[in-house]
Nanobody
């Protein structure tokens, strides 16, 4: 099974940018779709963005569309999330998850993901 580690979180002012990285070890990273989700205290983990195993298809939550970009480099076992024009409401712990599903709907669902990283904190100050 694939193991995931997130990195790249931090503190940024509103309007700024951050890049998050999801790095995998273990077997067959390039057979998994990868999703980014985020969670704040007391709330459910919510979908942010996802990319299929080959990178040919991506999808985004409406709240981040046109601000965030997901892309992957299978040679480096890494999926990146470029976040621009950050807002205070983007503050959360961000997690990446691995899924064998490739449909847009399935990739938006937490239960479709077999493995998760430990998360990385993103804080956006106003």
């Amino acid at each position: 099974q694939v193991q995931l580690v997130e990195s790249g979180g931090g503190l940024v002012q509103a309007g700024g940018s951050l890049s998050l990285f999801c790095t995998a070890s273990g077997s067959a990273f390039d057979t998994y779709s990868i999703g980014w989700f985020r969670q704040t205290p007391g709330k459910e983990r919510e979908f942010v963005a996802a990319i299929t195993w080959g990178g040919s298809s991506t999808n985004y939550a409406e709240s981040v569309k046109d601000r965030f970009t997901i892309f992957r480099d299978n040679a480096k076992n890494t999926v990146s999330l470029q976040m621009n024009d950050l807002k205070p409401e983007d503050t959360a712990v961000y997690y990446c998850g691995a899924s064998k599903f490739t449909t847009a709907l399935a990739m938006r669902i937490k239960k479709s993901h077999d493995a998760w990283g430990q998360g990385t904190q993103v804080t956006v100050s106003s």
